[in-house]
């Protein structure tokens, strides 16, 4: 620790640059939509204009609308709510396409003002002459409108800008059709398509919307993969640090393979947390279980290992270790020692096959362009601009599909995985008893969740362990307690009294989970120690016998006493044996009394029968209550 020295920042700052330059001698591609003008007849024709890497293109699709060129805010800077304009089209009325020009605020700032005025989609007029670029997402600023910005946007060059902008002023109507039909080639009934990932998941909003992505696409990607729809590549980017700083400090702990492999730190400070050979190793890590998931034929399960991972070690969170990586990994039921093998040596001074081909690869070959940008998605060997987005990236893998070839997924989104069939998902699963699961199967893929069985909640990680808790959790397989019955006897480990664990009864030791052994307490010399006295085990309890035959064991206090009165006998038992003698004399008395009642009453009777005939004896001595016989 300690402030890091001028030089020290200097050669870092030289790495940096290097580590740009060792990327910089690529292609980047600019991919494009094409838009048509429809009116007025001086516009009429087909221009390029450059697809941006937010909002939703709508690949495969069209969009008509009227372009409407502010009169003031004219770039889009501020909200137009500011000035009380809306775009939203009247009833009947085309959707408006918002120009505004490049400049002062970042594109997608423009985007997020043009669509929350109602427009449908926004166009961007380059401020120079120059070829289209695509206009990308800022790192860090502007970031709370990213996620939610969906209108398409494009940028278009200064000359056509211009024009459109001439033909307003004149008055004209522009109407307009964007087109993204063409933007992806088509050319079979399968699609193969990339993505370029990264697995650091520090790097902020970023990389929480490349997890969220995950995690939504997840189900679609592999129902697509299982069915033979597509055919999909996971790929990552690293750098290699340039010769002259191998042994440098920066170039050691970013790089693997005497710097052939490096990644930026994760959290851009050398000095803590993780560093970005960690990121290199993980990359390493899930590009090797890639392979041997194709190998064994079931690519998906690379989407359930980066999805899983997020949640069980991520880097933000400090959680990331090999052995937990590991751990995902065998919950996956994969094999480990083959994706170990891949890995190879990270201090090995050699080339690691795998990561020279993801290097070669990201050098574009033909149309498609150097991938710079992360995360990128390839369709068909095209660049996917726009958001990250389910419903976008599917629609553009959906392009890639020859028309009338596509899933049907293409055509509804009704699914499911069915994943939790298999190996139950690598999810948490009760075998002792009843097959409770954690495993789901969702629309966007299996989740392991602790269940929630008759009202009575599981809580655990949903991989290795659920537990029941709360009221009612000894209902289910008894809490996971251990339990017995002998002899019509039934003890158990598990109290609803307490929220979670078990424990075992009195009379009962061990871990309550599997076991609980009785206690031999006259063995363990705990209870009946009295002189004379005979002890005898029992399952959970035992038996004392005192020696001597006026003598009484009081289990309470765990002592014989005398049952003669005598000095040592406290009050408190004569006067129970006081009171037991009352009881029992009075019940005598009273037993006496009511038989010479009923005595009595016979006597009568029969008197009384020779004078008078009496109904019904039985209903008489009925209506009378009990007690009569005590008077
Ligand atoms: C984005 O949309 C979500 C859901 O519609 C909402 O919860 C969130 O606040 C929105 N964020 C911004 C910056 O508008
Ligand atoms: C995955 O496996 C398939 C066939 O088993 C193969 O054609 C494809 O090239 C493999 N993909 C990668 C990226 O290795
Ligand atoms: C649990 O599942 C296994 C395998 O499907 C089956 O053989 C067993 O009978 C099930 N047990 C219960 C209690 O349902």
Same mark, same amino acid.
């Given at each position: ?5 001028? /030089? ?8 940096? %640059?290097?580590? =740009? *330059?060792?990327?910089? $001698?690529?292609?980047? +591609? ?123 946007? /494009? ?8 024009? %459109?902008?001439? =033909? *307003?002023?004149?008055? $004209?109507?522009?109407? +307009? ?455």
């Amino acid at each position: 620790m300690g402030r890091r020295s001028p /030089a020290r920042w200097w050669r870092c700052a030289v790495l940096l %640059l290097a580590l =740009a *330059l060792a990327v910089a $001698d690529g292609r980047f +591609v600019v991919e494009k939509n094409s838009l048509r003008v429809t009116s007025p007849a001086a516009l009429r024709g087909v221009y390029e204009c450059a697809i941006g890497n937010f909002g939703m293109p709508q690949y495969g699709g069209t969009m008509h609308g009227v372009v409407v060129y502010p009169k003031a805010n004219t770039k889009g800077c501020k909200p137009f709510s500011d000035s009380g304009l809306s775009f939203n089209p009247k009833s009947g009325g085309l959707p408006v396409f918002l120009l505004v020009d490049r400049g002062d605020c970042y594109f997608t700032t423009k985007g997020w003002n043009a669509q929350t005025a109602g427009a449908a989609a926004v166009l961007v007029a380059d401020d120079r002459a120059e070829p289209l670029i695509t206009m990308d997402t800022p790192e860090s600023a502007g970031k709370e409108h990213l996620e939610n910005i969906t209108v398409p946007s /494009a940028l278009v060059s200064k000359r056509f800008g211009d024009d %459109l902008k001439a =033909a *307003l002023e004149n008055g $004209d109507m522009v109407n +307009v059709l964007l087109d993204w039909r063409e933007s992806l080639p088509h050319p079979d009934e399968r699609v193969e398509y990339e993505f370029w990932t990264n697995s650091n998941d520090e790097c902020g909003a970023k990389c929480d919307m490349q997890m969220n992505f995950v995690r939504n696409f997840r189900g679609v990607a592999q129902v697509l993969e299982q069915r033979g729809y597509t055919q999909f590549a996971p790929h990552y980017i690293t750098w290699y640090c340039p010769e002259a700083f191998v042994l440098s400090k920066q170039c050691t702990s970013q790089c693997i393979n005497h710097g052939r492999y490096c990644a930026p730190d994760p959290e851009q400070d050398f000095t803590t947390g993780y560093d970005g050979k960690d990121v290199v190793v993980q990359n390493l890590i899930q590009i090797c279980l890639f392979k041997v998931a194709n190998e064994s034929r079931k690519p998906w399960l690379w989407w359930d290992y980066v999805h899983d991972f997020a949640i069980r070690c991520p880097m933000k969170e400090k959680k990331y270790t090999r052995d937990c990586a590991n751990g995902v990994i065998k919950s996956l039921g994969m094999d480990i020692d083959k994706i170990n093998k891949c890995v190879g040596d990270p201090d090995a001074d050699e080339d690691n096959p795998v990561l020279k081909a993801e290097q070669d690869a990201q050098i574009g070959h033909g149309s498609r362009g150097d991938v710079t940008i992360l995360p990128t998605f390839v369709v068909n060997n095209r660049q996917y601009r726009g958001k990250l987005d389910k419903r976008a990236v599917l629609r553009a893998i959906c392009s890639g599909f020859e028309e009338t070839t596509e899933p049907d997924i293409c055509l509804t989104q009704d699914i499911q995985t069915n994943q939790c069939l298999e190996n139950n998902g690598g999810c948490w699963l009760d075998h002792n008893s009843n097959n409770f699961t954690a495993c789901k199967d969702t629309f966007r893929g299996r989740v392991c969740e602790c269940p929630i069985v008759n009202g009575v909640k599981f809580v655990g990680d949903g991989y290795t362990h659920c537990e029941a808790s709360g009221v009612g959790r000894c209902q289910i397989n008894n809490g996971g307690c251990w339990k017995e019955t002998r002899n019509g006897k039934s003890v158990s480990a598990c109290s609803n009294e307490v929220a979670k664990g078990c424990k075992c009864p009195p009379g009962f030791k061990g871990d309550g989970i599997h076991s609980c052994e009785d206690i031999d307490e006259c063995k363990e010399r705990l209870f009946c120690q009295c002189k004379g006295c005979s002890c005898e085990n029992t399952w959970g309890s035992y038996e004392c016998g005192c020696g001597g035959n006026n003598m009484l064991y009081m289990r309470e206090h765990d002592t014989c006493i005398s049952k003669v009165a005598s000095s040592s006998v406290g009050w408190g038992f004569l006067w129970v044996v006081f009171f037991g003698l009352g009881f029992a004399g009075v019940g005598a008395y009273a037993v006496y009394k009511y038989r010479l009642r009923s005595y009595m009453d016979s006597e009568i009777r029969a008197i009384m029968a020779q004078y008078m005939p009496l109904e019904n004896q039985d209903t008489s001595s009925h209506q009378r209550p009990v007690e009569h016989a005590d008077i």
